[in-house]
């Protein structure tokens, strides 16, 4: 098969040459199955999750080796293009947006477990590999990868360690940040770099550190070395429903100040239980303003000494109903609602924005009372679907942009946001900043710290090829000095350079 | 942007379901085509991007339809997808105006106008019965285009001809008056499965009436976008079995039972016939379904045998039923089921995909041939004629011996005490 190839990109774009040129070449390297140049197939392209940020690539190609990888971006640095890399197309900051005069890099062919060595306890793949499917490889060996975004059963690794991914377990077993071990990258020159390895630990720069959660910014990953851990003896999972918000974020607390570590906590309110239940009948307890999941693992005795505890707790915090899985496909069954959630908002809404907040665990209360509150005000509904053990918020604003609704969903969408700084907490917990939350990076953190972040990035994209116009807030140079400017950049002003 | 985009006025892919996709993306682990290319333009949330360009000006350009072509309508994206998208209902409206207003070469019309010729024509495919038989038996094999080779190489092997009465009745106690349909390809060339059917159906307690005359349902019109054929087929089915006085209308090939639950649909614009059409569809019933909501009457004897069950696609996804094959299979004493991995994913055959895109099918094919061959089980089980032919001729291909059997083959010998399943 291949994509068919009706016209190159210089009819689309006459002033484009550059675009033109690739597009033959790369056509002529990798063969015109790699390379997608028809418009309303690189329109298919134009968005990642995030609809809300569309821009048809100039090229779409999709390499099948990290050969072809390391090659096509060497030559879009060769020739000045900026690229962007994009997996299954799933992120929900506009992560993977493409630019309209660059290349946009699919990796979703490569798709090669390279090694599994569950004794080391290591799994070696390539950035197209499914999340689930790293857990796949080593279930019969009794091991599992930890990280488990809602949309483990799409998203690929690649993206995972550009957004350092979390997910409902990251509480216990921490995030992407904390299971991957070693890269092989293309920089943006297109030399080939590795950092790590199967052992734990390297001496120098922690470089694997750098590039997790960099954002796509900094390199093109080709190949990901991360850990898995042991399936635990016994898992129980708990599902309790409270008839307020406030009597389930009472029972959080009660768990954690009780020491015991759930391998996760998650909290659902009304509206996205009403959402769960008409996408995949979940079963949740009937008339619950709110429920938790609360998932147990570890030794068998350790595990129901916990049960015991979890069960005692939600009662006394008021739980009207607590039913624990009996078995795996009851677990199953109960996570079902849990992670259909943002997806089955269609269901009950045309439009909605899925946000991605964090505050110190101990502020869910007061903040999601607020959260209330803004919607009461603007008449714009929001449901919460969130890890409450971490603290990160997924409040899903709700609107439709036929009746004019979307400026005001966007206000309290990022009034949340403000609402998580205020409380001492961040603007993302997972989803990443993207394209979509760079303007909010201002808030977040100073100047200085902004200019440290920008001089790790021009050590590796010294061109801003990689990725560029996403993360950060204001343009600035590479090769500039740290701190404010006024008027026109003498570099930009002699002609030797644009700001980025 | 061109002024005029992809579709006229008549049943256009509606926006209103284009806009139920929220583009998460959890349809593309399941459709067999992204797994294969790793395309967005070859997953359903890129064709439902493509359908939402044609509302958006893009015109029915040859690489738009090369994607929706490409489709299986396998329809595991509509159980993948957590908004309830109806990528069934969509792609269906795609098809018809794609089949209506695009040129499509002369090979192409050829080989379609074949097709459509013969499949759904049970006397013709009858007619054609002895001459294929003559060829397989000559072991000759002529030098024909890709696509034709395609067709050759997935024929079963053929033994004799044989018609199933018009009324057959129950043995023991009547239990239900069921209708039979007796398929086109199913008459033809898994005679043995029809025929098994209706000894399964008839131990069960229900008298099978089976008109000779009967046609075909229109599945196959129906998922190439052959809209007028298919309400033609539609009509003339509904016609013959509604004066039986039938409590159900049993089907025991999964494509053809998903587009007769569909008639209310289908006929939807036909004045008086819109009705009539749902009516028949609430007495369509897969065999396995049917067998499972009548209980079991006969007794099963013990069958020691490994199956590996294949969901059929039009089966599990259109139709929703997974579980109860399985259930029909775990009563027989002896019979130990091994899942396939993969199992959501099409094994290439989708209707005649297997003969329009050679060469997707192949690969979807050795894909499920070596899942299939990993289970290790005895016998391969599944509920569609098509799945059959695609499943055997990839086995084969890879070398791999495996009986394949369709579930009431299994019924039948567990009921009969026949143990020949089991044979070489």
Partial sequence: MSATTSALPGAENPGNVALDGLAREFVAALGPAAVVTDRVQLRTYECDGLTAYRCIPGLVVLPETAEQVGYVVRRCAQSSVPFVARGAGTGLSGGALPVATGVLIVLSRLTAVRNVSVDDERVVVEPGVVNLDVSRAVAADGYFYAPDPSSQQVCTIGGNVAENSGGAHCLKYGFTAHHVTGLEVVLPDGSVSRFGGLAPDPPGYDVVGALVGSEGTLGIVTEVTVRVVAVPERVETVLAGFRSMDDAGEAVSAIVAAGVLPAAVEMMDTLSIEAAESAVACGYPAGAQAVLIVELDGPAAEVSAELAEVEAICERAGAFEIRVARDADDRVAIWRGRKSAFAAMGRISRDYIVQDGVVPRTSLPQVLRDIALLSAESGIRVANVFHAGDGNLHPLVLFDSTRGETAAAEAVSERILELCIEHGGSITGEHGVGNDKKKHMGRMFTEVDLDVMQLVRCAFDPQSLCNPGKVFPTPRLCGERPGRRTGVHPVQAAGLGEVF | ?424
């Fill in chain 2, 1 to 424: 942007m061109p002024s005029e985009g992809a579709w006229d006025e008549r049943h256009p892919p509606p926006t209103e379901l284009l806009d139920d996709c929220v583009h998460c993306g959890f349809c593309l682990p399941t459709c067999p085509t992204y797994v294969l290319w790793g395309e967005e333009m070859d997953s359903p949330r890129g064709r439902i991007y493509l359908m939402a360009e044609g509302h958006d000006g893009e015109p029915l350009s040859e690489p738009m339809v090369t994607h929706f072509d490409r489709c299986l309508g396998c329809m595991a994206c509509v159980t993948a997808c957590p908004s309830g998208v109806q990528y069934d209902r969509l792609i269906e409206a795609t098809r018809a105006q794609v089949e209506r207003r695009f040129p499509r070469s002369a090979r192409e019309r050829a080989l379609r106008s074949l097709v459509f010729k013969t499949f759904p024509y049970p006397r013709r495919l009858h007619a054609l019965r002895p001459f294929l038989r003559a060829y397989q038996k000559s072991g000759l094999r002529l030098p024909l285009p890709a696509k034709l080779t395609a067709m050759q190489r997935l024929l079963p092997p053929l033994g004799p001809a044989s018609p199933v009465a018009e009324l057959t009745p129950a043995r023991g106690p009547r239990r239900a008056r069921v209708g039979m349909l007796l398929g086109c390809v199913q008459r033809e060339f898994f005679a043995d499965v029809n025929a098994a059917t209706v000894r399964v159906l008839t131990a069960e307690g229900c008298d099978v009436v089976a008109p000779s005359v009967q046609g075909c349902c229109g599945a196959l019109s129906l998922h190439m976008g052959r809209e007028d054929e298919a309400v033609r087929f539609a009509k003339r089915l509904i016609a013959t079995f509604e004066p039986l006085g039938l409590d159900v209308i049993v089907v025991n090939a999964a494509g053809c039972g998903s587009a007769m639950k569909d008639y209310g649909w289908l006929l939807r614009d036909e004045a008086g016939w819109a009705s009539r059409g749902a009516a028949f569809s609430a007495k369509v019933r897969d065999v396995s379904e049917w067998l499972v909501e009548l209980g079991p009457g006969a007794t099963r004897h013990a069958l020691d045998v490994s199956v590996a069950y294949h969901d059929a696609c039009h089966l599990a996804h259109a139709q929703r039923i997974t579980s109860a094959p399985r259930e029909l299979l775990r009563a027989i004493p002896g019979v130990e089921i091994r899942e396939i991995e993969e199992a959501a994913i099409c094994c290439g055959s989708a209707g005649v995909y297997n003969l329009l895109q050679p060469q997707a099918a192949g690969e979807l094919g050795a894909r499920k041939a070596a899942n299939v061959a990993a289970t290790g089980a005895d016998v391969l089980v599944t509920a569609n004629p098509g799945c059959l032919m695609q499943i055997r001729t990839a086995l084969a291909d890879r070398g791999i011996p495996m009986r394949l059997a369709h579930i009431v083959e299994v019924l039948d010998a567990s009921i009969r005490r026949d143990p020949t399943l089991l044979g070489p």
